[in-house]
């Protein structure tokens, strides 16, 4: 049983897979029966999603290249094998960025000669792609691994002293308990099954439709008491009327599904018929030539040098792929609506190396700007809203397909969503990160596999399914932008939120042991994890166990320099101060036959070339493309 994921023929790569324990975590779940270390899972995982992924090389002497090291041990909570996940889709990402430095034409790397530091051709060496599974690990929770002033997220967060520095896009949305706890899994009428709501940072309409409640009712002061008066409201009702009420609605909400359940829907069996790196030709579209990468600027070899991205998106899931692409060298213009709220903290870390702007797309002005300015230009569109919402404001793919024909050059439209294409009965529905995790049976598991009763499930304790979309999106990207250059056309690349759990809870990728989970813990002894907790509670919790622990807490140490998992800048657009975020976790090392992985290749990123900048920090005037 289980998703019947979209794949190829059985190949030797999947028969490889250990046996499998059913239902340990519930109904659809697949458990190891031998352990596997983090960078060995990494290393089998890139095979696995290498040879699912159309369009991705299949070939040995390009495969090999790729490397995963690490420590065996698993650093976050859970069965879910998050990580080696993380790992092997950077090490694609890595790979195809490879291929494009190719295309290029910069096959040979270049490293440090003599005391000079000269970057110079190595003819006999190879580039490698190194992936840190530790990197990845913490890349998992990077939207909380910032510095300012050499003081940590976390510390200034505890203190109260990170809103002050940080222009407010959040207006308000957590501003008293009960909106941030609006955002929650909560039990219902029925036994042993529990509800995700969401606020979609607007909790006021959704309590008062939903639940009869008042986001601002007196007397409740503390979290627990409003997670307990919001489960009394969710107590009263069905998880199926929940849902109605939301759908009616027009809001945010899932049912918590175990994976089975999911897989048996009507919505799970259509998204697993894509696979989950989806990228499609759109030979509707006016045919366009290939159109080969532009030159390289001076004294610059990144892979995506001279390709400029527009992005229209929020929160992380989107943000991280436009992050992802600037860090390989590309411009990328983020846009942002004045009237949508975003989390203001996300500013540190997801606006690095890009631009940012506020355009309002129901003006005109504003709307004429980036439609006869900005898109004509733009290789690649990047938005994160629901289907069909961008097209009243002539954004929509067939939108931009057209402008792509008439000026023969090809686009890629590069969307992410919660639950997928649009052949899926939910495609149209919103969702965030935290519906995603309910709706595909992770949440369920996460539940399971901490001996909570009564069926509660809990949420995955870091933005994990939201950061994998980014790379996924990413990658999609880079494997389009390379097809555009030797094949020509426009590309439509899709996202899905929930596609990511999918594959993780598949039984290809498997589930770590009750012992392995058991094992970590102990190490860690993270702090409590329960249904109502918000994923920014829980990733508090996931940062100060690790700052408990002597190793992880010197991997997160933002002061080493070059050696380092951090990259700074002396002063930033927050306050002036001096800003650190943690480096893209793709790596290119410069390796000779029998050197192993070798010395850092020189010259082409992937690194971010400006600290990041608030939202909206860019004018009209002064923006550049």
Known sequence: MGCELLRPPATSILTMDQDRLPDVYGPGTFTDAVFSSVPGDSARIFRLLASQTPGFTQDESLLSRVTFVGDSDPIIPGPIKSVPIAAALHGMIGLVAHEILSLRGVPNPRRTTGKSGDPAAAPTASRKVAINTNHAALWLASVSLACLDGESFSSLARQGRLRPMLPDWERGWQSNAMRLRATGIYPTKTPGRWYSLHGSLDQPPMLKEVLDIDADEPGIDTHADAASYIAAATQLHSPLELEMKNIAGGFCGSICFTPQEWCDSTMGRALARHPLVNV???????????????????????????????????????????????????????????????????????????????????????????????????????QGFRPGVLDKYGLGLNDLLKMAGERKKGILYVTESCYGPVDGVYASRPGWQQIADCASGAAHVIGRSLGLGDGECVLPALPISDMTAGAVGALGALMALRDRATKGGSYLVHASIVAGNMFALSREVGLYSTEVVAKCKQRFQWGEMRGQHHVLDLLRTVLAAWERDDVVRELLREDIGDEGLFASWEKSAFGGRRLSVLKPVVRFRVAGLGQGEGEAELGVGPEWKTPSVPHGWSTKHDVTF
């Open 280 to 382: 499609v030709p759109q030979t509707h579209g006016i045919p366009t030539g290939p159109v080969p990468f532009p030159p390289f600027p001076p004294k610059e070899t990144f892979p995506l040098s001279g390709i400029k991205v527009i992005e229209l998106t929020r929160i992380i899931a989107g943000p991280q792929m436009g992050a992802i692409l600037s860090s390989l060298g590309a411009s990328v213009i983020r846009i942002s609506a004045p009237h949508l709220r975003d989390i203001n903290s996300l500013q540190l870390t997801l606006n690095a190396g890009k631009q940012t702007m506020s355009l309002d797309l129901r003006d005109s002005s504003d709307r004429a700007y980036l439609l006869e300015n900005l898109l004509p230009q733009a290789d690649v569109f990047i």
